[in-house]
């Protein structure tokens, strides 16, 4: 991986973090925790995505779509384990 695309991922993820944060409210977890929750839930989404058969646009605001999705499902599984 370059330093650019390193660099893209790093952006990408901050983005979905913050949003996936909007969305489920009460979590955000500041810059770097919302770029750690955007990265995995990139991963997440990478994982589940092609197992139901859905198929999200692509290019940049397709991978913000992708891992934003991906983040609200990660905080939410937070958010019901913390209530238990």
Do not use: D, E
Request: glycine content about 18%; charged content about 5%; hydrophobic content about 65%.
């Amino acid at each position: 991986m370059g330093l650019s695309a390193l660099i893209v991922t790093l952006i990408i993820g901050g983005i979905a973090g913050w949003l996936a944060g909007l969305i489920v409210k009460g979590f955000g977890f500041g810059l770097l925790g919302n770029i750690i929750v955007g990265i995995v839930g990139a991963f997440v989404a990478s994982f589940l995505f092609p197992r139901i058969g859905l198929n999200i646009a692509s290019g940049m605001i397709g991978a913000i779509i992708h891992a934003t999705i991906g983040a609200v499902i990660l905080l939410f599984l937070i958010k019901v384990i913390k209530r238990a």
